[in-house]
């Protein structure tokens, strides 16, 4: 169920919304990439089962640790499958968006920064460090992110960590202003700093308190665009944490900058 008070108070909420069909159909695309893929660059794949979690993981890790560019065009091509689109379109979650961003009309809502998070076993080269995507996303939208699992995601694989309240209180890293300035002079797409924060940026205003948020497959986190985030890191040894994000842009606010 759809609690917006909870969401208003907190800055997120983690619901099902979602069909578990329209969640396999997107897997079984990505293991099938997987499994193309393994096959043209390493070798023939002996008794593989499409929706062996641990098997995809294997073809995964030693894909990426041959060449990472093998992994770059899955997760570049993935997004333009129907699967995807399907995923992200759909309806309930579409309704579930709209209603978050309390539009009222039969607008439809603008999509971007769509993605597959595929991310290795203690690795930290793709993570961000805390941020607020309101600060380098489209000017004066208003938005919210989903994030969507495809597997069961605990804080050892790496949840979605936040600073509790930052959607209502402004908390600063230590390249905060940095970043702002960056954009503010079109440095957006261009600054290595704006591009991808280090994991290890620090929050240097008083009183942050982190929470880890974690969600199964099933489930979807929705949260503020103005809420500080960050991915928690992978510490397993052998898993991949593979989940959704997109955001949802509200298209009735005229003042934004996408038209």
């Given at each position: 169920?759809?609690?917006?008070?909870?969401?208003?108070?907190?800055?997120?909420?983690?619901?099902?919304?979602?069909?578990p069909?329209?969640?396999?159909?997107?897997?079984?695309?990505?293991?099938?990439?997987?499994?193309?893929?393994?096959?043209?660059?390493?070798?023939v794949?002996?008794?593989?089962?499409?929706?062996?979690?641990?098997?995809?993981?294997?073809?995964?890790?030693?894909?990426?640790?041959?060449?990472?560019?093998?992994?770059?065009?899955?997760?570049?091509?993935?997004?333009?499958?129907?699967?995807?689109y399907?995923?992200?379109?759909?309806?309930?979650?579409?309704?579930?968006?709209?209603?978050?961003?309390?539009?009222?009309?039969?607008?439809?809502?603008?999509?971007?920064?769509?993605?597959?998070?595929?991310?290795?076993?203690?690795?930290?080269?793709?993570?961000?460090?805390?941020?607020?995507?309101?600060?380098?996303?489209?000017?004066?939208?208003?938005?919210?992110?989903?994030?969507?699992?495809?597997?069961d995601?605990?804080?050892?694989?790496?949840?979605?960590?936040?600073?509790?309240?930052?959607?209502?209180?402004?908390?600063?890293?230590?390249?905060?202003?940095?970043?702002?300035?960056?954009?503010?002079?079109?440095?957006?797409?261009?600054?290595p700093?704006?591009?991808?924060?280090?994991?290890?940026?620090?929050?240097?205003t008083p009183?942050?308190?982190?929470?880890?948020?974690?969600?199964?497959?099933?489930?979807?986190?929705?949260?503020?665009?103005?809420?500080?985030?960050?991915?928690?890191?992978?510490?397993?040894?052998?898993?991949?944490?593979?989940?959704?994000?997109?955001?949802?842009?509200?298209?009735?606010?005229?003042?934004?900058?996408?038209?």
């Amino acid at each position: 169920m759809l609690n917006l008070n909870s969401f208003k108070k907190n800055g997120y909420i983690i619901c099902k919304s979602i069909t578990p069909e329209v969640l396999n159909n997107l897997r079984l695309t990505l293991f099938d990439m997987l499994q193309t893929s393994y096959k043209k660059h390493l070798g023939v794949l002996s008794n593989f089962e499409k929706f062996s979690i641990h098997e995809v993981n294997r073809i995964f890790i030693e894909l990426e640790n041959q060449d990472h560019s093998h992994i770059t065009k899955i997760f570049d091509n993935i997004r333009n499958t129907d699967a995807f689109y399907k995923l992200v379109n759909n309806e309930l979650h579409i309704d579930h968006c709209k209603k978050l961003l309390s539009v009222k009309n039969k607008s439809s809502v603008f999509l971007n920064s769509l993605s597959l998070r595929m991310d290795p076993p203690n690795s930290i080269k793709f993570s961000y460090g805390w941020h607020r995507d309101a600060d380098v996303n489209v000017d004066k939208s208003e938005f919210i992110q989903a994030w969507i699992p495809l597997v069961d995601i605990d804080e050892t694989l790496g949840g979605l960590e936040i600073i509790k309240n930052s959607h209502v209180n402004e908390f600063k890293t230590e390249h905060t202003d940095y970043v702002k300035n960056a954009v503010k002079n079109g440095k957006k797409k261009s600054d290595p700093i704006v591009y991808r924060l280090p994991h290890d940026t620090k929050i240097i205003t008083p009183g942050a308190e982190e929470l880890t948020l974690t969600a199964n497959f099933g489930e979807t986190i929705f949260f503020s665009n103005k809420l500080m985030h960050r991915s928690g890191l992978n510490h397993t040894n052998n898993k991949v944490r593979f989940a959704i994000t997109a955001f949802y842009h509200r298209s009735d606010i005229l003042e934004s900058d996408w038209f």
